[in-house]
């Protein structure tokens, strides 16, 4: 570290306002000396000004920003302070090598290994990884986790509760194929059987979890309208969109998430059980334009390592004038979420369906008049 970054919140002037750059990107820059490079590679980095920071040490050299979440895609966009090419998608290729690859700590340790893999195709021995996380993130055990990938992992700077590392990925020969890192596995609910296929970093990736088990086994219990279109947002693998295919072949799929690999997988998922269904990005509402005869939902409370409500609470906010007179949203949630009175607020009486084992499944509706209740509920 050569000390030319005072180490204390640091500021950069862009564009009349002076934006500050995050505890990581800190730590980051009390380690210059590291960032010199040809072309740099972050992924998954806050989008703040550290990529003006690095065209200040290294004038001439390429940037590349790439990130599986799509809401700090549209930051990267939005922010023209960032400077860089921009790729949002489930895994990063290129056939140029670059010499410099700054990781985020992901919250799945199995993404990180994700990540590690698809960079073979866009390193070469000489190539410089820098992992820089919360320590809280358990970035603390990346030897433990990397072993058999880096030639070498050292830590070399902590400060701000952050860590940074330094490594080297052992070359492979191996080609990185997507397919090859998809769990595959099987749910049966009400005597439908759905296959699953999901990537590292996406909810329920292993299995499938408690609050949409609960959530089917309600949908479950009759049969819906036909030929109705559904919206399944935050859909993480796809599981109650292909559900509610299995059940009702005449339904209109819409899948909607803020990550890449959520979206990949819902893809996947939809070709297992022989269903179609478009597929597409949302950082909440952002990306929702239609109008739905139903929204289902196993709505994210989390970002990264902290809780993050916000997107789950613009969603429900907002999302009337996504549903037809008489349509119904329909959730499940940790029953500690104070949901209920934001849904009221939005499209009025909220029943519980059910409560049971910490998670609660709420229904609402979109009355067909102002003045007039409707008390269809979503049935399938």
């Not at 990130?67 to 949002?88: P, R």
């Not at 820089?132 to 880096?150: A, H, P, Q, R, Y």
């Amino acid at each position: 570290m050569d000390g030319s970054y005072p180490f204390f919140p640091f500021f950069h002037f862009t564009d009349g306002k002076y934006m500050s750059l995050t505890n990581l990107s800190q730590v980051l820059l009390r380690n210059n000396d590291l960032l010199k490079a040809n072309s740099t590679l972050l992924i998954n980095m806050p989008a703040d000004t550290l990529s003006n920071e690095l065209r200040v040490i290294n004038p001439e050299s390429e940037i590349s920003l790439f990130t599986s979440n799509f809401e700090l895609y549209q930051q990267y966009q939005s922010n023209n302070y960032a400077q860089g090419k921009y790729f949002f998608d489930s895994f990063y290729q290129s056939s140029n090598n670059h010499d410099l690859i700054i990781i985020q700590f992901p919250k799945s340790k199995l993404e990180l290994k994700f990540t590690l893999a698809m960079l073979a195709s866009c390193t070469n021995e000489d190539s410089r990884i820098l992992v820089v996380g919360e320590n809280k993130s358990g970035i603390k055990s990346i030897e433990k986790l990397t072993k058999g990938n880096f030639t070498f992992c050292a830590k070399v700077d902590s400060a701000r509760h952050c860590l940074l590392v330094e490594a080297q990925l052992i070359k492979s020969d191996k080609s990185f194929s997507i397919n090859d890192w998809f769990n595959h596995y099987q749910v049966e609910v009400n005597n439908v059987q759905l296959k699953v296929a999901a990537l590292p970093g996406v909810f329920s990736q292993a299995k499938l979890d408690a609050g949409t088990a609960l959530l089917l086994e309600t949908l479950s219990e009759a049969t819906t309208a036909e030929n109705e279109k559904v919206l399944d947002f935050g859909c993480g693998a796809g599981v109650i969109a292909s559900f509610i295919g299995l059940k009702n072949p005449s339904t209109t799929l819409h899948l909607a998430d803020v990550s890449a690999l959520a979206l990949t997988s819902a893809q996947e998922t939809l070709k297992l059980n022989g269903l179609d269904g478009k597929v597409f990005p949302t950082n909440s509402l952002s990306n929702i334009t239609e109008k739905y005869q139903h929204i289902i939902s196993n709505p994210p409370f989390h970002l990264g390592i902290k809780t993050h409500y916000v997107a789950t609470e613009q969603f429900l906010h907002g999302i009337k004038p996504h549903l037809i007179r008489g349509g119904t949203l329909t959730i499940v949630a940790n029953s500690f979420l104070q949901y209920q009175d934001i849904i009221e607020g939005s499209l009025g009486h909220t029943k519980k369906l059910c409560k049971r084992n910490g998670f609660t499944i709420y229904q609402a509706h979109r009355s067909i008049r102002a003045t007039k209740s409707h008390d269809n509920q979503l049935k399938f």
